[in-house]
């Protein structure tokens, strides 16, 4: 029941299912239970993303690289993302 991962796959089922704020709700709770989660991590980014928040879900997948930093999609992400950003200033 406090698993950290039991969490992070129901955010993805969640997400699946377009319930944002659900998944968002779990990956927290993963995240609260350890804070090395970064799946937890990558799930938020791509929750709020989903959500058209993309400075909040860059900030989110940095963080991700700072507990993982061999995630090369999520160093993808984050470049567009960053280009994306650049260019609507």
Do not use: T, W
């Not at 997400?15 to 937890?40: H, P, Q, T, W």
């Not at 980014?45 to 058209?52: R, S």
């Amino acid at each position: 029941p406090n698993l950290p991962e039991a969490f992070c796959q129901r955010a993805l089922a969640r997400y699946a299912n377009g319930e944002v704020e659900s998944a968002i709700e779990d990956c927290e709770k993963a995240l609260s239970l350890n804070v090395f989660e970064y799946m937890a991590v990558v799930g938020l980014g791509q929750c709020y993303l989903e959500l058209e928040q993309p400075r909040l879900a860059l900030d989110y997948f940095k963080q991700a690289i700072a507990i993982y930093p061999d995630l090369e999609p999520v160093h993808v992400q984050i470049r567009k993302l960053e280009d994306s950003l650049r260019e609507i200033g």
